[in-house]
């Protein structure tokens, strides 16, 4: 599947000329082997002169190149990049670096909203089948169904960057919370771990839930009468009984198949849909390749991870399985009698959403914060060309999209930025600013706190928040990286921000903009000249 959703003069017009020359030679043929009719006359062969169609289609091509060509040439700006232009003044015919990153950007970067907007609409209607086939079935698991039993609630809420408007190269992959209706004899008493000191960092952004009466019920009647749920969906911890996300993901998995199976039959004439099973770091994912027989004009194959979800209130959730809490895999003991599969993971998609919505109303028009961050993350990908799997994975994990969206939010919360400064024409000045302050994330300040979790969440000035996270100590999202592995992290972000230039110009947007082959060093940091 092709990730570049805008005209490719340089395909299209050299597939026309081929394609209207066959067409010529074919009628050619096609009238010249009819031997009962007559030559004409005047020896003319009455059909467009094949030489005169070629001629035209190529002057075409060459005057849109042309014209193309000039209009990147003379886009206006020259961003600074550390004191110094990030092409010196007097290399002629250089394209500075806002001709490269707007290039770059439409070429690799960004989406088409036309596919995208189909293929939100696709996976909406596949997931909506599927979540109400799964209401419709009740509980299969444990507890085969009654007042205790868990089952889906009948909605399912999308989040993640296709729904933020910053979503990059592919609209292929998407998140979407299935929230969980509990039993009305169940209440959950959440507690968030950040303020626990015994505990490793990777872990303080996650919560337990222990079980806990509603109000008006008997303690011990209670006791008696939720055991069948607490022996199907909980573990104990510190003496308390905790709703297992483990074993709740089980379920759901469990529970996804059958729905999956209810709704394949009807879903055959429009798209092939599979199901993977989550394990510990990652959910249930959908698969969604097209039929077939669907001539649609979006046919694209797409993941949905399909995230259980229980609401605590105020649109927030805690999903399960909690984001991977160490950079070196999943942790399997942990201290002070708790245990890692009664971990739940929170989920505040709904208030960065409405976060960043107002933050776009007090922006000017054509603000260009959304576009930073979605450059952000192409550099973070370059940099990653050529590394070894685990380095990449490590490097994925340091500077993941949710790091990236936080920076931004950081950048944008605090003083003395000017909401003028986030004009387009100073595309290239802000990104150097939200690369300058994650270093400082990375090797000064050395803390990049959650913009939600804390009292001092930011979040919580566009909208009400549940008790247990006003009250949840801050949570540094690089907390769970070693002091090494950040510097290395930091060196390799200036180092792919000072080959930036080189790197756009190797691996994106129309090939004239490439007047100079990438210099040696940059072959010598594992960056081959010859990838597309």
Same mark, same amino acid.
């Given at each position: 599947?092709?990730?570049?959703?805008?005209?490719?003069?340089?395909?299209?017009?050299?597939?026309?000329? &081929?394609?209207?020359?066959?067409?010529?030679?074919?009628?050619?043929?096609?009238?010249?082997?009819?031997?009962?009719?007559?030559?004409?006359?005047?020896?003319?062969?009455?059909?467009?002169?094949?030489?005169?169609?070629?001629?035209?289609?190529?002057?075409?091509?060459?005057?849109?190149?042309?014209?193309?060509?000039?209009?990147?040439?003379?886009?206006?700006?020259?961003?600074?990049?550390?004191?110094?232009?990030?092409?010196?003044?007097?290399?002629?015919?250089?394209?500075?670096?806002?001709?490269?990153?707007?290039?770059?950007?439409?070429?690799?970067?960004?989406?088409?909203?036309?596919?995208?907007?189909?293929?939100?609409?696709?996976?909406?209607?596949?997931?909506?089948?599927?979540?109400?086939?799964?209401?419709?079935?009740?509980?299969?698991?444990?507890?085969?169904? &009654?007042?205790?039993?868990?089952?889906?609630?009948?909605?399912?809420?999308?989040?993640?960057?296709?729904?933020?408007?910053?979503?990059?190269?592919?609209?292929?992959?998407?998140?979407?919370?299935?929230?969980?209706?509990?039993?009305?004899?169940?209440?959950?008493?959440?507690?968030?771990?950040?303020?626990?000191?015994?505990?490793?960092?990777?872990?303080?952004?996650?919560?337990?839930?222990?079980?806990?009466?509603?109000?008006?019920?008997?303690?011990?009647?209670?006791?008696?009468?939720?055991?069948?749920?607490?022996?199907?969906?909980?573990?104990?911890?510190? &003496?308390?009984?905790?709703?297992?996300?483990?074993?709740?993901?089980?379920?759901?998995?469990?529970?996804?198949?059958?729905?999956?199976?209810?709704?394949?039959?009807?879903?055959?004439?429009?798209?092939?849909?599979?199901?993977?099973?989550?394990?510990?770091?990652?959910?249930?994912?959908?698969?969604?390749?097209?039929?077939?027989?669907?001539?649609?004009?979006?046919?694209?194959?797409?993941?949905?991870?399909?995230?259980?979800?229980?609401?605590?209130?105020?649109?927030?959730?805690?999903?399960?399985?909690?984001?991977?809490?160490?950079?070196? &895999?999943?942790?399997?003991?942990?201290?002070?009698?708790?245990?890692?599969?009664?971990?739940?993971?929170?989920?505040?998609?709904?208030?960065?959403?409405?976060?960043?919505?107002?933050?776009?109303?007090?922006?000017?028009?054509?603000?260009?914060?959304?576009?930073?961050?979605?450059?952000?993350?192409?550099?973070?990908?370059?940099?990653?060309?050529?590394?070894?799997?685990?380095?990449?994975?490590?490097?994925?994990?340091?500077?993941?999209?949710?790091?990236?969206?936080?920076?931004?939010?950081?950048?944008?919360?605090?003083?003395?930025?000017?909401?003028?400064?986030?004009?387009?024409?100073?595309?290239?000045?802000?990104?150097?600013?939200?690369?300058?302050?994650?270093?400082?994330?990375?090797?000064?300040?050395?803390?990049?706190?959650?913009?939600?979790?804390?009292?001092?969440?930011?979040?919580?000035?566009?909208?009400?928040?549940?008790?247990?996270?006003?009250?949840?100590?801050?949570?540094?999202?690089?907390?769970?990286?070693?002091?090494?592995?950040?510097?290395?992290?930091?060196?390799?972000?200036?180092?792919?921000?000072?080959?930036?230039?080189?790197?756009?110009?190797?691996?994106?947007?129309?090939?004239?903009?490439?007047?100079?082959?990438?210099?040696?060093?940059?072959?010598?940091?594992?960056?081959?000249?010859?990838?597309?």
């Amino acid at each position: 599947m092709s990730v570049h959703y805008t005209l490719n003069l340089r395909v299209f017009w050299p597939l026309v000329t &081929g394609l209207c020359t066959a067409l010529v030679c074919l009628y050619h043929v096609l009238r010249g082997s009819g031997g009962a009719r007559a030559e004409p006359p005047d020896s003319a062969d009455g059909g467009f002169p094949l030489l005169k169609v070629a001629v035209l289609l190529l002057l075409g091509y060459i005057l849109l190149r042309c014209r193309h060509a000039v209009r990147q040439r003379f886009l206006p700006g020259s961003p600074r990049l550390g004191g110094h232009s990030a092409f010196s003044p007097g290399h002629f015919g250089e394209p500075s670096l806002d001709i490269l990153l707007e290039s770059y950007y439409e070429h690799e970067v960004r989406l088409s909203p036309h596919v995208l907007g189909h293929s939100k609409a696709h996976v909406s209607r596949i997931v909506g089948e599927l979540v109400r086939a799964g209401r419709a079935r009740g509980s299969p698991g444990p507890i085969p169904g &009654g007042a205790l039993a868990l089952a889906f609630r009948g909605d399912f809420i999308q989040v993640g960057s296709a729904y933020e408007q910053h979503k990059i190269r592919r609209p292929d992959s998407f998140d979407v919370l299935v929230p969980l209706r509990l039993p009305p004899l169940v209440a959950l008493e959440p507690r968030s771990l950040g303020a626990e000191p015994e505990l490793a960092p990777a872990v303080h952004g996650c919560f337990v839930c222990a079980l806990k009466a509603p109000p008006g019920a008997s303690g011990g009647q209670w006791l008696r009468d939720c055991k069948p749920f607490a022996d199907g969906f909980c573990v104990d911890v510190r &003496g308390r009984r905790h709703l297992s996300a483990t074993l709740v993901l089980r379920w759901f998995q469990s529970h996804l198949q059958r729905s999956l199976a209810t709704v394949r039959y009807s879903l055959e004439g429009r798209c092939r849909v599979t199901l993977t099973p989550g394990s510990l770091e990652q959910p249930p994912t959908l698969h969604i390749l097209p039929c077939r027989t669907d001539y649609g004009c979006c046919r694209l194959s797409m993941a949905v991870r399909l995230i259980p979800a229980v609401h605590l209130g105020d649109n927030v959730f805690l999903v399960a399985p909690p984001p991977p809490p160490s950079p070196v &895999g999943p942790i399997s003991e942990l201290p002070g009698g708790l245990r890692a599969d009664a971990l739940w993971g929170v989920n505040t998609a709904r208030q960065e959403q409405k976060l960043l919505s107002w933050l776009q109303e007090r922006a000017p028009p054509g603000a260009c914060y959304l576009k930073c961050l979605q450059l952000l993350k192409a550099l973070r990908d370059l940099g990653a060309r050529g590394l070894d799997p685990t380095a990449a994975i490590q490097w994925g994990r340091i500077l993941s999209s949710y790091v990236l969206k936080t920076v931004l939010l950081a950048v944008l919360l605090r003083e003395g930025v000017p909401a003028r400064a986030w004009d387009e024409v100073h595309l290239g000045e802000r990104l150097e600013e939200l690369v300058k302050f994650l270093r400082d994330c990375l090797l000064r300040r050395r803390t990049l706190f959650h913009c939600v979790l804390g009292p001092g969440g930011a979040a919580a000035e566009v909208g009400p928040l549940p008790k247990v996270l006003r009250e949840a100590a801050p949570v540094d999202l690089l907390a769970a990286f070693d002091r090494h592995a950040r510097e290395v992290a930091a060196a390799r972000l200036l180092s792919t921000w000072r080959r930036l230039p080189q790197l756009l110009r190797a691996y994106g947007g129309p090939r004239y903009l490439a007047r100079c082959p990438p210099p040696r060093s940059q072959r010598t940091q594992g960056f081959p000249e010859d990838e597309p």
